[in-house]
Protein backbone atom coordinates (compact mmCIF):
# COMPACT_ATOMS: atom_id res chain seq x y z
CA UNK A 1 0.00 0.00 0.00
CA UNK A 2 1.21 3.80 -0.97
CA UNK A 3 2.35 5.86 1.85
CA UNK A 4 2.14 9.37 1.48
CA UNK A 5 4.50 11.76 3.85
CA UNK A 6 3.91 15.34 5.28
CA UNK A 7 6.04 17.26 7.62
CA UNK A 8 4.93 16.44 10.85
CA UNK A 9 5.45 19.62 12.36
CA UNK A 10 6.19 23.29 11.19
CA UNK A 11 6.09 26.64 12.54
CA UNK A 12 5.60 29.92 11.20
CA UNK A 13 6.00 33.40 12.37
CA UNK A 14 2.58 35.68 12.25
CA UNK A 15 2.32 37.22 8.41
CA UNK A 16 5.21 35.17 7.36
CA UNK A 17 5.27 32.20 4.64
CA UNK A 18 5.50 28.69 5.00
CA UNK A 19 5.10 25.91 2.74
CA UNK A 20 3.61 22.19 3.41
CA UNK A 21 4.26 19.19 0.92
CA UNK A 22 2.81 15.80 -0.05
CA UNK A 23 4.84 13.12 -1.51
CA UNK A 24 3.22 9.49 -2.49
CA UNK A 25 5.86 6.19 -2.47
CA UNK A 26 4.27 5.70 -5.73
CA UNK A 27 6.09 8.24 -7.33
CA UNK A 28 6.35 12.12 -8.17
CA UNK A 29 3.11 14.13 -8.11
CA UNK A 30 3.30 15.46 -11.71
CA UNK A 31 0.32 17.75 -13.45
CA UNK A 32 -2.13 14.03 -14.39
CA UNK A 33 -2.66 13.48 -10.44
CA UNK A 34 -4.70 15.54 -8.14
CA UNK A 35 -4.30 16.71 -4.82
CA UNK A 36 -6.67 18.11 -2.02
CA UNK A 37 -5.80 19.95 1.28
CA UNK A 38 -7.73 19.93 4.28
CA UNK A 39 -7.13 21.94 7.02
CA UNK A 40 -8.62 20.77 10.90
CA UNK A 41 -8.79 22.49 14.54
CA UNK A 42 -9.04 20.82 17.59
CA UNK A 43 -12.74 19.10 17.68
CA UNK A 44 -14.00 20.08 14.50
CA UNK A 45 -14.64 18.07 11.45
CA UNK A 46 -11.91 18.93 8.54
CA UNK A 47 -12.51 21.58 6.02
CA UNK A 48 -11.31 21.23 2.20
CA UNK A 49 -8.65 24.11 1.05
CA UNK A 50 -7.83 23.25 -2.41
CA UNK A 51 -8.87 20.49 -4.30
CA UNK A 52 -7.47 19.38 -8.00
CA UNK A 53 -4.27 20.63 -6.68
CA UNK A 54 -4.57 24.46 -7.14
CA UNK A 55 -8.01 25.24 -7.24
CA UNK A 56 -10.08 26.76 -4.22
CA UNK A 57 -13.23 26.39 -2.24
CA UNK A 58 -15.06 29.44 -2.05
CA UNK A 59 -14.36 30.02 1.41
CA UNK A 60 -10.71 29.51 1.15
CA UNK A 61 -8.74 32.71 2.80
CA UNK A 62 -6.51 34.10 -0.83
CA UNK A 63 -3.74 33.61 1.21
CA UNK A 64 -3.60 29.82 0.83
CA UNK A 65 -2.46 28.30 -2.45
CA UNK A 66 -2.04 24.81 -3.97
CA UNK A 67 1.15 23.84 -6.29
CA UNK A 68 3.12 21.43 -7.92
CA UNK A 69 7.04 22.08 -6.26
CA UNK A 70 9.10 19.40 -7.33
CA UNK A 71 7.73 16.19 -7.06
CA UNK A 72 5.57 16.97 -4.80
CA UNK A 73 2.27 18.48 -4.38
CA UNK A 74 2.45 21.53 -1.87
CA UNK A 75 0.12 24.04 -0.32
CA UNK A 76 1.43 27.54 0.56
CA UNK A 77 0.70 30.10 2.84
CA UNK A 78 1.61 33.58 2.59
CA UNK A 79 0.66 36.16 5.51
CA UNK A 80 0.26 33.30 8.33
CA UNK A 81 -2.71 34.50 10.78
CA UNK A 82 -3.17 32.67 14.03
CA UNK A 83 -6.56 31.17 13.17
CA UNK A 84 -4.40 29.02 10.87
CA UNK A 85 -2.65 26.76 13.32
CA UNK A 86 -4.37 23.74 12.96
CA UNK A 87 -3.22 20.16 11.44
CA UNK A 88 -3.63 19.96 7.51
CA UNK A 89 -3.61 17.57 5.77
CA UNK A 90 -3.37 16.24 1.80
CA UNK A 91 -5.32 13.62 -0.05
CA UNK A 92 -3.71 12.28 -3.40
CA UNK A 93 -4.83 8.91 -5.56
CA UNK A 94 -2.69 5.85 -6.33
CA UNK A 95 -3.01 3.45 -8.68
CA UNK A 96 -5.83 5.12 -10.25
CA UNK A 97 -9.07 4.54 -8.14
CA UNK A 98 -7.82 3.80 -4.32
CA UNK A 99 -7.39 7.68 -2.18
CA UNK A 100 -4.66 7.81 0.68
CA UNK A 101 -4.04 10.05 3.56
CA UNK A 102 -0.84 12.10 4.08
CA UNK A 103 -0.10 11.81 8.14
CA UNK A 104 -0.39 15.44 8.47
CA UNK A 105 1.27 18.71 9.45
CA UNK A 106 0.77 20.24 12.79
CA UNK A 107 1.17 24.36 12.18
CA UNK A 108 2.14 26.65 14.51
CA UNK A 109 2.00 30.16 14.45
CA UNK A 110 4.54 31.78 16.68
CA UNK B 1 -25.76 23.96 -0.77
CA UNK B 2 -24.95 20.40 0.09
CA UNK B 3 -25.43 18.89 3.17
CA UNK B 4 -24.11 15.61 5.05
CA UNK B 5 -25.24 14.35 8.07
CA UNK B 6 -23.81 11.18 9.35
CA UNK B 7 -26.23 8.98 11.70
CA UNK B 8 -25.91 5.34 13.76
CA UNK B 9 -25.11 4.19 16.92
CA UNK B 10 -22.03 5.43 18.87
CA UNK B 11 -21.58 2.05 20.60
CA UNK B 12 -20.92 -1.38 18.73
CA UNK B 13 -19.45 -4.60 20.59
CA UNK B 14 -16.53 -6.22 19.02
CA UNK B 15 -16.79 -8.93 16.61
CA UNK B 16 -20.01 -6.94 15.30
CA UNK B 17 -21.17 -4.62 12.58
CA UNK B 18 -20.90 -1.05 11.92
CA UNK B 19 -23.87 0.45 9.92
CA UNK B 20 -24.10 4.48 9.92
CA UNK B 21 -26.41 6.60 7.39
CA UNK B 22 -24.99 9.46 5.13
CA UNK B 23 -28.22 11.74 4.80
CA UNK B 24 -27.74 13.72 2.08
CA UNK B 25 -29.46 17.40 1.16
CA UNK B 26 -29.53 20.25 -1.55
CA UNK B 27 -27.45 17.84 -4.24
CA UNK B 28 -28.58 14.44 -5.79
CA UNK B 29 -26.45 10.89 -5.21
CA UNK B 30 -26.79 10.64 -8.83
CA UNK B 31 -23.50 12.90 -9.41
CA UNK B 32 -20.10 12.90 -7.31
CA UNK B 33 -18.55 10.57 -5.17
CA UNK B 34 -19.56 9.66 -1.88
CA UNK B 35 -16.84 8.44 0.23
CA UNK B 36 -16.67 7.26 4.13
CA UNK B 37 -13.21 8.85 5.90
CA UNK B 38 -12.73 7.68 9.62
CA UNK B 39 -10.34 9.15 12.52
CA UNK B 40 -9.14 7.34 15.49
CA UNK B 41 -8.85 9.20 18.63
CA UNK B 42 -5.75 11.55 18.36
CA UNK B 43 -4.72 10.29 15.01
CA UNK B 44 -4.76 11.26 11.52
CA UNK B 45 -7.41 10.92 8.65
CA UNK B 46 -8.26 7.63 6.94
CA UNK B 47 -10.09 7.00 3.89
CA UNK B 48 -12.24 4.12 4.09
CA UNK B 49 -14.23 4.06 0.59
CA UNK B 50 -16.85 5.52 -2.05
CA UNK B 51 -19.26 5.04 -4.17
CA UNK B 52 -20.35 6.70 -7.10
CA UNK B 53 -23.41 6.34 -8.77
CA UNK B 54 -21.81 6.60 -12.44
CA UNK B 55 -18.81 5.02 -11.74
CA UNK B 56 -17.29 2.21 -9.12
CA UNK B 57 -17.18 1.53 -5.95
CA UNK B 58 -13.94 1.23 -4.36
CA UNK B 59 -12.40 0.74 -1.03
CA UNK B 60 -9.49 0.96 1.32
CA UNK B 61 -7.17 -2.18 0.05
CA UNK B 62 -6.82 -2.57 3.91
CA UNK B 63 -10.18 -2.99 4.60
CA UNK B 64 -11.99 -4.15 1.28
CA UNK B 65 -12.84 -7.68 2.89
CA UNK B 66 -14.73 -6.05 5.45
CA UNK B 67 -16.75 -2.76 4.12
CA UNK B 68 -19.41 -1.79 2.01
CA UNK B 69 -20.29 1.47 1.10
CA UNK B 70 -24.58 1.74 -1.00
CA UNK B 71 -26.15 4.50 -2.12
CA UNK B 72 -29.88 4.70 -2.09
CA UNK B 73 -30.71 7.65 -4.61
CA UNK B 74 -34.38 6.83 -3.83
CA UNK B 75 -33.85 7.91 -0.32
CA UNK B 76 -30.34 10.41 -1.10
CA UNK B 77 -28.92 8.46 1.66
CA UNK B 78 -25.30 6.71 1.24
CA UNK B 79 -24.23 3.96 3.75
CA UNK B 80 -21.54 2.47 5.42
CA UNK B 81 -21.19 -1.19 6.82
CA UNK B 82 -17.96 -2.27 8.36
CA UNK B 83 -18.05 -5.56 9.73
CA UNK B 84 -16.29 -7.72 12.44
CA UNK B 85 -15.23 -4.99 14.29
CA UNK B 86 -12.59 -4.71 16.97
CA UNK B 87 -11.18 -1.76 19.15
CA UNK B 88 -9.29 -0.81 16.69
CA UNK B 89 -12.42 0.67 14.75
CA UNK B 90 -12.90 3.14 16.89
CA UNK B 91 -13.01 6.39 15.54
CA UNK B 92 -15.05 9.15 14.16
CA UNK B 93 -16.60 8.89 11.05
CA UNK B 94 -17.14 11.45 8.57
CA UNK B 95 -18.86 11.31 4.92
CA UNK B 96 -18.23 13.38 2.06
CA UNK B 97 -18.86 14.61 -1.27
CA UNK B 98 -16.50 15.31 -4.32
CA UNK B 99 -15.94 15.49 -7.60
CA UNK B 100 -17.36 16.93 -10.51
CA UNK B 101 -14.69 19.88 -10.29
CA UNK B 102 -16.68 21.24 -6.71
CA UNK B 103 -14.33 20.37 -4.31
CA UNK B 104 -15.26 18.17 -1.04
CA UNK B 105 -17.80 18.70 1.53
CA UNK B 106 -17.94 16.86 4.96
CA UNK B 107 -20.45 16.07 7.26
CA UNK B 108 -19.49 16.86 10.83
CA UNK B 109 -18.48 12.92 12.06
CA UNK B 110 -20.37 10.95 14.44
CA UNK B 111 -17.84 9.15 16.83
CA UNK B 112 -17.94 4.99 17.17
CA UNK B 113 -16.79 3.35 19.70
CA UNK B 114 -16.09 -0.29 19.55
CA UNK B 115 -16.09 -1.82 23.28
CA UNK B 116 -18.07 -4.46 24.94
Known amino acids: QAVVTQEPSLTVSPGGTVTLTCASS?????????AYWFQQKPGQAPTTLIY???KKQSWTPARFSGSILGDKAALTLSGAQPEDEADYYC??????????FGGGTKLTVL | QVQLQESGPGLVKPSETLSLTCIVS????????WSWIRQPPGQGLEWVGY???????NYNPSLKSRVTVSLDTSRNQFYLKLTSVSPSDTAVYYC??????????WGQGILVTVSS
Open chain 2, 26 to 33: GDSLTDHH
Open chain 1, 52 to 54: DTT
Open chain 1, 26 to 34: TGPFTDNDW
Open chain 2, 96 to 105: ARSGSGSGMR
Open chain 2, 51 to 57: SSYREST
Open chain 1, 91 to 100: LVPYRGVFWM
